[in-house]
């Protein structure tokens, strides 16, 4: 039996090491999911905050299950014309079809009890998500991290699940992991998750006021400020180049932007 006790440290450590594909395409790809996450936010919201689940587990979950289509179930993608036939099969219950995405959406939440979970934080969400997918990666035959949550970054690379119950160890996700657009929805500087790391932020103001804001320039200090703010709860992109978002963040615990940005007073 998996717990969120037991898996907690290994999500948390997974998701603040994790780095998104370079890949150009699979880079876009990402990006472009988080985006259209974010810019229907309300529509997820209506829907998750009556239960009390954040919008984007919702939204991250639509872009998994149907690729953001508004027209499908939530439940598994078939269309809302009509009740699900693949598993979950005659879904929803209640009603008539064809169904509207926000009952759909409800039934399938609510199918899973997530109206109950309590547990937001990256290391629940992450949990549910496995939880939503399945363990079968953590079997000891397998022993991979889930595609469905780290497809397109440094924590997969191949191995997966064909059809029910039968894997395949070459076979490569082709869509991005749950863990992933959540990493990319928080260096967006769109979501939060408190303040962690607090330990570091000694150094992250030291190592700040030696960093220049400069957007487009890779620099080694950059880099190295942006992995100890990922570190202390602040997810960037570690790519190198200190632009807005990095001095954002570093603006939030030093409550200076960095040198060169046109806002340091």
């Known amino acids: 039996m998996n717990t969120l006790n037991d898996l907690r440290g290994e999500y948390e450590l997974l998701f603040n090491t994790c780095v998104i594909s370079s890949d150009q395409a699979k880079f876009g790809e990402i990006d472009g999911l988080a985006h259209k996450i974010i810019a229907n936010q309300n529509r997820y919201k209506a829907i998750g905050d009556p239960l009390g689940i954040p919008w984007y587990f919702i939204g991250i979950t639509h872009a998994l299950e149907t ?9 598994n993608g078939d269309p809302l014309t009509a009740r699900t036939v693949r598993v979950p099969a005659g879904r929803p219950s209640a009603g008539q079809p064809p169904f509207t995405f926000e009952e759909s959406a ?8 997530l109206q109950n979970w309590t547990s937001w934080d990256v290391a629940g969400m992450l949990f549910k998500f496995e939880s939503f997918n399945g363990f079968g990666y953590r ?9 469905y949550l780290w497809s397109y970054s440094n924590h997969y690379a191949k191995g997966k699940f064909k059809s029910d119950g039968v894997y395949s160890p070459t076979l490569v996700s082709r869509q991005p992991g749950t863990a992933v657009i959540l990493r990319r929805l928080a260096e ?6 408190g303040e962690q790391g607090l330990d570091r932020l000694k150094i992250i103001r030291e190592l700040g006021e030696t960093v220049h804001f400069l957007p487009n320039t890779f620099n080694d200090d950059a880099q190295r400020l942006q992995i100890l703010l990922n570190e202390a709860g602040f997810p ?24 060169g940005d046109p806002r340091r007073v």
Not at 67 to 75: G, K, M, T, V, Y
Not at 188 to 193: A, V
Not at 238 to 249: F, L
């Open 139 to 147: 079997r000891n035959s397998i022993r991979i991290n889930s595609p």
């Open 236 to 259: 960037l992109r570690r790519d190198g180049k200190a632009g807005e978002k990095t001095s954002n963040a570093y603006q939030q615990v030093s409550g200076k932007f960095l040198h």
């Open 188 to 193: 967006l500087q769109e979501i939060s998750f």
């Open 106 to 113: 409800k039934d399938a939440l609510t199918l899973k009890k």
């Open 67 to 75: 690729s953001l289509d508004f027209n499908q179930h939530l439940h």
